[in-house]
């Protein structure tokens, strides 16, 4: 498996993750963003939840600083969107991504693959592509009931995927990256 280099500034990446609801990052790519930190990078993480109202925000807001807030420079960002309706909020969720999006400039973007079935997550990964069109963008894997987990062409820390891509260790998160340069 050919290795990839995600900066040219060594040790450092400064990483956006977007998660449609509170949990969604930590399943898609907590393993990997603390495998980047085993690997040495210092991390500056942005952390964005789209639908986290009351106690889903600290709810939110807590997982992230248990994951990372020891070993990543770490900023919370959290909306109030409504869950499961984030296609009838197109308009301002797009207005609020594309604020995130003057806010930070990632080495590293996590979000949901744009081919899932929940539309909350679909959509998510479909603004990222438009707010970020020139950066590194991996989009990560929510198992869920309808059983939608795509074919994934790049590999990073799960037992299934880890099985695929014969992983050393037997684990793997998967992504799909649709413009990488190794």
Request: glycine share 8%.
């Amino acid at each position: 498996m050919l290795p990839l280099r995600l900066s040219e500034k060594p040790g450092f990446l400064d990483v956006l993750c977007i998660g449609a609801h509170s949990d969604d990052i930590e399943i898609g790519c907590a393993a990997t963003l603390l495998s980047l930190v085993e690997r040495g990078y210092q991390l500056r993480v942005t952390w964005a939840v789209l639908s986290a109202n009351d106690e889903r925000a600290a709810e939110a807001r807590a997982s992230a600083e248990r994951l990372l807030g020891n070993v990543a420079d770490l900023r919370v960002h959290l909306g109030t969107f409504r869950d499961a309706h984030f296609p009838a909020e197109f308009s301002a969720l797009k207005d609020y991504i594309a604020d995130l999006g003057r806010q930070t400039t990632p080495d590293l973007i996590f979000t949901h693959r744009i081919e899932d079935r929940h539309q909350d997550h679909r959509l998510v990964g479909e603004l990222t592509w438009q707010a970020w069109r020139n950066h590194l963008i991996l989009e990560y894997e929510v198992p869920k009931y309808e059983g939608d987990l795509g074919h994934p062409n790049l590999f990073g820390l799960m037992r299934l995927r880890g099985l695929e891509c014969r992983s050393a260790n037997g684990l793997a998160e998967a992504f799909m990256a649709r413009k990488v340069i190794l």
